[in-house]
T-cell receptor, first 117, second 112 residues
Framework: KAGVTQTPRYLIKTRGQQVTLSCSPISGHRSVSWYQQTPGQGLQFLFEYFSETQRNKGNFPGRFSGRQFSNSRSEMNVSTLELGDSALYLC????????????????FGAGSRLTVL | LAKTTQPISMDSYEGQEVNITCSHNNIATNDYITWYQQFPSQGPRFIIQGYKTKVTNEVASLFIPADRKSSTLSLPRVSLSDTAVYYCLVLVDSGSARQLTFGSGTQLTVLP
């Protein structure tokens, strides 16, 4: 069974540019969530999608957005990049049994490491 | 939302038992506590999950007191390959919002 696939694994952008990251969940998983990981802030929740609908959103500015397609694949976009956006962006999928619950075991991808210069 | 706190780092020797505690004062009353392990350049990986008292699987035990304001991950007889960062994940209820929140993470270093 294939795991969660994130592309690209590494990318370098400059301030002001935008970036799109992609996530392919485990087959059959309809919930996809995104997290930002930095040394200073740790793992922070960005947003969660289920059946193409954003159901939860973390405390991030509107420059961070995402979407989910009918095949459950998800993308996240960051516009007008800032130096502080440099981070590892992690995607996780789950076979949801309870909405907005820690009971849903998350399977993470390896992440996309974004460096903003 | 209230922070979910863990010790920043811990050192242990091979073969010892390691206990890592996570404090989560504002945990939602009806949700699970989950622990994840993360190696460098990888995403976190599920270790164990529980709601109350004690849960044990083939790799770890999870102890949860009656008030559920903390939880302790216990790793028996650690080996060098257990060197990783460990995170707890809980549903935090601030009164106005409920959000899944990772702990600050604990870097466990196992020494030979």
């Amino acid at each position: 069974k294939a795991g969660v696939t994130q592309t690209p694994r590494y990318l370098i952008k400059t301030r002001g540019q935008q970036v799109t990251l992609s996530c392919s969940p485990i087959s059959g998983h309809r919930s996809v969530s995104w997290y930002q990981q930095t040394p200073g802030q740790g793992l922070q929740f960005l947003f969660e999608y289920f059946s193409e609908t954003q159901r939860n959103k973390g405390n991030f500015p509107g420059r961070f957005s995402g979407r989910q397609f009918s095949n459950s694949r998800s993308e996240m976009n960051v516009s007008t990049l800032e130096l502080g956006d440099s981070a590892l962006y992690l995607c996780a999928s789950s076979l949801e049994t309870r909405r907005n619950s820690g009971a849903n075991v998350l399977t993470f991808g390896a992440g996309s490491r974004l460096t903003v210069l | 939302l209230a922070k979910t706190t863990q010790p920043i780092s811990m050192d242990s020797y091979e073969g010892q038992e390691v206990n890592i505690t996570c404090s989560h004062n504002n945990i939602a009353t009806n949700d699970y506590i989950t622990w994840y392990q993360q190696f460098p350049s990888q995403g976190p990986r599920f270790i164990i999950q529980g709601y109350k008292t004690k849960v044990t699987n083939e790799v770890a035990s999870l102890f949860i007191p009656a008030d559920r304001k903390s939880s302790t991950l216990s790793l028996p007889r650690v080996s060098l390959s257990d060197t990783a960062v460990y995170y707890c994940l809980v549903l935090v209820d601030s009164g106005s919002a409920r959000q899944l929140t990772f702990g600050s993470g604990t870097q466990l270093t196992v020494l030979p």
